[in-house]
């Protein structure tokens, strides 16, 4: 059986779970960052990702084993768990890079473009509809992305470009979440993401520094291995179980609930990140960026509320969310052909 073969329908959407698995994710994603954030320069970019997947596995290696059942160490969809290893990795090592040359806030902004490609990319892989007001959600998004970057002005840095990419990447990987479906254990999807991306990042550390320059400006990009003191020790470990603790969430979600109804609940992360932000640094958001982030999360909010709204105007919704930053919903079944356990 191939892994395409092995993909699972989408099961029926809970969104209390999907929510609640959100809104958490989302915390623990602003608490990551600014773990890295401040570890940053002490650490290069490639050990802070590194300590943050072996702690995964630490921690999930053993707990898999132990709960048995769905949870299984070993997973037909293998490939594609390692496509999104991948894709994370090497969007986020990106994302992560821009931090020193830019405040916390705007990254964020920009990166919430990811919501639109995944609008976009149901459409062209999912069969996702393409309504009016999707595409003029889109527009409005984007044109929120154009501002908070600021393309053409003195403000603009070429950087910005890298939370862009780390946004397509992360709407390539969570299109493949939502095809995978409610089949697959949470806990068997985050060892074989986060473990495979502690595989990649020492070789996308390696061609980066070889084909990039060097200079003093990208001295978090360094490639070494600096054995941490205890203090920082510790702080890697933090990293690592919150960091394990969000990708798990927001796997969770994408599994288990409709993306057009839980997908708005990803923007509290711009909120909570630009608050922290100030709070442990002072860092004040252009106008620019605020702008930015009102277009892009008032675009998100409005097309998942005509959402929640779809099944009051048809007395049979649409298979497919008719939503800015949803994943598709294929039609619901109960059967799947994904082993809750194969044994390697």
Same mark, same amino acid.
């Given at each position: ?67 048995? !059942?769905?949870? #299984? @160490?070993?997973?037909? /969809? %293998?490939? =594609? ?9 090497? &969007? ?90 409610? !089949?697959?254990? #949470? @806990?068997?999807?985050? /060892? %074989?993401? =986060? ?9 996308? &550390? ?94 998100? @909010? ?43």
């Amino acid at each position: 059986m191939t892994a395409v073969a092995s993909l699972a329908p989408a099961q029926s959407s809970r969104p209390i779970e999907g929510i609640a698995c959100v809104l958490g994710g989302a915390w623990c994603f602003v608490g990551q960052d600014l773990l890295i954030k401040d570890l940053l320069g002490a650490q290069p970019l490639w050990m802070l990702i590194f300590a943050r997947a072996c702690i995964a596995v630490l921690v999930l290696a053993p707990l898999i084993t132990w709960l048995g !059942g769905k949870h #299984s @160490l070993y997973t037909p /969809l %293998w490939p =594609i768990h390692l496509l999104r290893a991948f894709l994370l990795t090497g &969007g986020f090592a990106m994302f992560y890079a821009a931090f020193p040359f830019m405040p916390l806030a705007e990254v964020s902004t920009i990166f919430f473009s990811a919501p639109l490609f995944i609008g976009i990319l149901a459409a062209l892989f999912l069969g996702e509809r393409m309504g009016v007001h999707r595409i003029a959600a889109l527009v409005v998004g984007f044109s929120g992305v154009l501002i908070a970057m600021a393309p053409g002005q003195d403000s603009f840095q070429w950087v910005a470009l890298l939370p862009l990419i780390c946004a397509m990447s992360y709407a390539a990987s969570m299109i493949l979440t939502r095809r995978v479906g409610d !089949g697959e254990s #949470s @806990l068997t999807m985050g /060892l %074989w993401t =986060i473990g495979g991306s502690g595989l990649m990042i020492w070789p996308l &550390g390696w061609l980066v520094t070889t084909l990039v320059p060097m200079g003093p400006e990208f001295h978090h990009l360094r490639l070494e291995f600096i054995v941490p003191d205890a203090a920082q020790m510790a702080d890697l470990a933090l990293l690592g179980i919150v960091g394990m603790t969000g990708y798990i969430l927001l796997s969770r979600a994408y599994q288990v609930a409709n993306a057009s109804l839980i997908a708005p609940f990803d923007y509290a992360y711009l909120p909570f990140a630009a608050t922290a932000a100030w709070f442990f640094w002072g860092e004040v958001p252009a106008l620019n960026t605020l702008a930015g982030m009102a277009l892009i999360i008032g675009a998100g @909010l409005y097309i998942g509320y005509r959402e929640l709204r779809a099944p009051e105007r048809a007395e049979t919704p649409a298979p497919v969310g008719e939503t800015l930053i949803a994943t598709g919903v294929p039609a619901v079944t109960e059967d799947t052909d994904i082993p809750a356990s194969d044994p390697a």
